[in-house]
């Protein structure tokens, strides 16, 4: 309710999701006037969650505005979302959702909420059910996890080998379940600058993580450590 006070109107990111949906549902039982919603459409199907999106929707009684951005257009907004977050990201993502806010603005909306930080806090990503496969068999590669993914199609297959394949993460170590990205995200320091690679030599950034920890950290269980990690370095600056 206090999210919802604003000298503005506030918007909903609905993606279709779970968080997403009782994040709708909230603001929808608490607001004077119906929120309107915000969508993102892909043309790929198996991207695509219009129709969960349109059922939340219609359900809460709520007008949904979509966009639908095609690959080409994804492709060319990349440089100017880099540009607006001042720094190299690897994923594709951020693209289509600098795509959405401009919709969100265009339709006279300058405030949203949104279901991010829910997977942090309720475990909904897969890489906790990493963490639970990896302290079992050892592996995660075919533990059928990412089920979204095509791996029939020309190159996926290739990107989870790479990903996975080469992975040798003993399960008891205290960054397990992280030390695979940390290895694939290191690549981006081929983006820098040679005067910022030379000021950075004999730097580990994962060993200052590490040091900074809570003294309790190898205490918790493994998905709590987890948990951390991902809450303390992604959510609170990546997100």
Known sequence: ?????????????????????????????????RPLSFSLRFEESGYDEGRHQSEIADHLHMENLWLRPGADEIAQAFSKAIYHAECPVLRTAIAPMYLLSGHVRQNRFKAVLTGEGADEMLLGYDIFKEVVVRNHTG???????????????????????????QEDVDARRWDASHATRWKMTGRLKRFFSKDLARSLEGYDPVEELKKSLPSEFMSWEPVARAQYLECRLFLSHYL
């Open 1 to 33: 309710k206090i999210r919802l006070q604003a000298d503005v109107p506030v918007g909903i990111y609905l993606s279709g999701g779970l968080d997403s949906a009782v994040l709708a549902a909230l603001a929808a039982e608490k607001s004077s006037v």
């Open 139 to 165: 592996s995660v590669e075919d533990a059928g996890l990412y089920s979204y993914l095509d791996r029939d199609k020309p190159g996926v297959a290739r990107h989870l080998n790479a990903f996975f394949g």
